[in-house]
């Protein structure tokens, strides 16, 4: 398998969301951003699926030097061996990608948000910077089109917490706000043991419905040229924003199951928001 396969195969498997949303670029930016992604994927997930924080800090000092090692062209690892290339030819600065490792090692030893100014931090910071650079490789680099793609970001962030709360929960992790647990009177221990309640389906109502507020105030930002160099991500905007339609419309039970749009609802969306774009 050479490192732009298992890119495609981490980031970008067939079937996959972010598959269809990079379906009709050009294929150099499709494999740059695919690129991208998989380096995300490998030191996020790579780092929170460890029990203890320590471990996790460990696995990303290995990816810091894997960094440097990539820029000084000894890559060992497919996905710095696929991303290097990219980083280059679209101008990824070595220091942005250091950043997305210090921020995704913060959240290690935080695995609970006091309220929602706090996970916002939290997903700027993540899916924001990544958003960032993504908006670099879609042809977009002035500091106010870059903006509008770090708010983008943070709808992307916000929607990944609601779709993984079970997820999360299963490591003792909670990253929707913990005043708002308060205000609807939801028990982290409903959460921690996976029981839907009503006061649970009361919360993510409200979680979906700053997801859509986040979208609406990001996509509306964006001039005619910067939904055109968008396409790609506002594709994957629609699927996420008819995942959480679906979500609603199922009652907001999201413990017992992840809700998933079909492989033809996914190319669908993918095709009219690149078509409308």
């Known amino acids: ?74 890559a060992q690892h497919p996905a710095t061996q696929a991303l290097f290339p990219a980083a280059a030819r679209f101008d990824l600065a070595r220091e942005h990608l250091a950043a997305l490792i210090d921020a995704v090692e913060s959240s290690l030893f935080k695995n609970r948000h006091a309220d929602f100014p706090s996970l916002q931090d939290y997903c700027s910071r993540t899916a924001g910077l990544v958003e960032q650079l993504a908006a670099r490789i879609l042809g977009l680099d002035d500091p106010v089109s870059l903006q509008h793609a770090k708010d983008l970001g943070m709808a992307f962030g916000f929607t990944h917490v609601i779709l993984n709360l079970r997820h999360d929960a299963m490591r003792n992790r909670i990253l929707l706000p913990q005043d708002q647990l308060a205000r609807t009177g939801v028990a982290e221990g409903d959460i921690l043991k996976l029981r839907e309640t009503e006061n649970l389906k009361k919360l993510i109502e409200f979680a979906i419905d700053k997801a859509e507020n986040c979208y609406n105030r990001a996509t509306s930002k964006f001039s005619a040229a910067e939904r ?43 095709w009219t928001t690149w078509v409308g774009g």
């Open 228 to 270: 055109k160099a968008l396409r790609a991500r506002l594709a994957l905007a629609a699927i996420s924003r008819s995942q959480l339609r679906e979500i609603r419309e199922d009652g907001c039970c999201i413990l017992r199951r992840r809700v998933e749009l079909t492989p033809l609802s996914k190319l669908w969306l993918a």
């Open 1 to 74: 398998m050479t490192p732009e396969e298992y890119c495609r195969s981490l980031a970008a498997p067939s079937g996959s969301s972010f598959h269809y949303s990079v379906l009709f670029l050009p294929a150099e930016k499709r494999s740059a951003l695919t690129c991208l992604f998989a380096f995300y994927r490998e030191i996020k997930e790579g780092s929170e699926e460890c029990s203890d924080p320590a471990l996790g800090q460990i696995k990303l000092n290995w990816w810091r030097q894997e960094l440097a090692s990539a820029w000084s062209g000894r």
